[in-house]
């Protein structure tokens, strides 16, 4: 059973936004788009993962995907962690293609590809100390001791994984993630004592989750960026350009003439992703290029935001679990300004 679904990540909306609202010719565009892509292929890697998992049996394993938790004030990350009554197990999954060589004595991953190599860090290196500080925290939290196990997914089925020769234990962790289930089955034959009875199992997951922290991200700050340096007004959903008036109840390029309902949503998104927490009607007049305060109030208050203040001093927030639950993002899109 999942208990925590796999979502898009904050950061890769953000680095979007970002990649939107910067000029072209911008010194960090190049960069920008670089991360995005990386970012991008290791969620579609996780995605990945996603099929066999739902293939496991609802009643004996629990999993909670993207959860971050801290162990004395140490946060550390888990792509999945699947949990029963009989182990916990940690999966790091990487989508890199290429052979990807594992060099356990320099503690380094090493990609070839197109005759070229390029050095990644360790994922081994990184599940252990997600096994780790994950004892410390189970610990922490008085549940009784589950045997924990790692392994790290490889998503791209192209890709050739390779080791020294003298090298055991690296087969052991490092597969496929077509073999997930057959190394799933042969922990289940490993640990056939049941620890964590079913209740307790349960509310060992709910604990989990509970303790979820996001990450609070500041991408302009990442990469030193002023938001004087963004563009404003609302983006075609045709040409790109930022050219959209409101014209007759809807918005319309005058370069293109594609008109659309609810492009200001796109826009307010960008607002809040890069980093504004809140936003007033001369603030939204501002930002889409609106001449009218009466349609801009009319635009913040069909997005259901919640406010505080009245009349021309009322500021309206951002819901309080935005960046916890990115999901509200998409249901912010679905309601237009008719």
């Known amino acids: 059973m999942i208990i925590k679904e796999r979502k898009i990540p904050i950061r890769i909306l953000m680095l979007e936004a970002l990649e939107r609202r910067l000029p072209l010719n911008h010194s960090k565009t190049g960069k920008i788009k670089e991360d995005l892509a990386k970012r991008k292929a290791g969620f579609h890697g996780e995605e990945s993962l996603d099929y066999y998992l739902k293939k496991l049996p609802q009643k004996e394993y629990l999993i909670l995907n993207d959860l971050r938790l801290i162990n004395e004030e140490n946060p550390f990350q888990i792509d999945t962690l699947i949990i029963s009554s009989r182990f916990a197990l940690i999966l790091e999954v990487k989508n890199i293609s290429g052979t990807l060589f594992f060099d356990t ?9 197109n005759g070229e190599e390029h050095g990644f860090q360790d994922p081994l290196s990184q599940v252990q100390y997600q096994k780790s500080n994950l004892i410390k ?3 922490k939290q008085q549940i009784v001791e589950l045997p924990v196990k790692y392994s790290v997914i490889i998503s791209n089925p192209a890709s050739i994984i390779k080791t020294s020769p003298h090298t055991k234990n690296v087969h052991q962790c490092v597969f496929h993630v077509s073999e997930l289930l057959k190394r799933l089955q042969s922990f289940q034959d490993q640990f056939e004592k049941e620890i964590l009875p079913p209740k307790e199992l349960k509310k060992a997951a709910r604990l989990l989750l509970k303790n979820h922290i996001s990450e609070e ?6 990469y030193n960026i002023d938001r004087s340096e963004l563009l404003t007004g609302i983006q075609c959903p045709n040409c790109s350009r930022f ?5 007759k109840r809807a918005w319309q390029c005058p370069i293109c003439k594609t008109r659309s309902k609810n492009s200001h949503v796109q826009a307010l998104m960008d607002y809040f992703l890069l980093g504004h927490r809140t936003i007033t009607n001369k603030q939204l007049c501002w ?10 109030k009319k635009i913040l208050k069909s997005m259901n935001l919640p406010f505080k203040g009245s009349n021309k001093g009322r500021i309206y927030c951002l819901p309080e679990n935005f960046f916890a639950q990115p999901e509200l993002l998409h249901q912010l899109s679905k309601v237009y300004y008719q």
């Open 217 to 222: 991200i500041n991408i302009l700050e990442s």
């Open 287 to 296: 930002f889409l290029h609106l001449q009218s305060s009466d349609i801009a």
């Open 137 to 139: 925290w189970l610990a």
């Open 105 to 113: 004595q320099f503690n380094q991953l090493i990609r070839t590809l």
């Open 243 to 247: 050219s959209m008036k409101r014209i």
